[in-house]
């Protein structure tokens, strides 16, 4: 689910923003796309897109507007990417990856999409920003959904 970054000391549930009833939203160390996030499954045996329960299904639809919604206060992407993949965390997650056109700047720093107009890069692509720029994207999501 999430991309290695050699730099940061943060651990996964650092990385956490909130919980929903069924989902936990967590920010992707990886900030290729600044506000990337992932809405991770809270049930243990979750492992298909398709084998969503219909209550997780809702949940993903109601969590996911609010992120998305909070997501474009911050940081005002042009488009939305989400990826439900699995290659490499085999639990049920989607990838929520805000898209920009040109620059946006939070924390003092200047972030560019690397890949505007063509899909989103994973791994090949991270981007390593420091513990303290994770936490102020954290904090900032945090605020605006709870």
Known sequence: M???TAASTLTQEDLRIRDFQHWSLYLNPDQSYLGRVCLVARRKDALDF????RAERRGFFRAGRKVRRAL????????FNYASLGNVY???HV???PRYRGARVFHQEEFCDPRWGQPYEGREA???VGDE???AIREA???ILE
Do not use: N, W
């Open 126 to 128: 991270a981007r390593t």
């Open 90 to 92: 085999r639990h049920l």
């Open 133 to 135: 720029t994770l936490l």
């Open 50 to 53: 398709l084998e969503m329960t």
């Open 2 to 4: 999430m991309t290695d």
């Open 141 to 143: 999501l945090r605020a």
């Open 72 to 79: 474009a206060d911050l940081f005002q992407p042009d488009l």
């Open 95 to 97: 990838h929520i990856v």
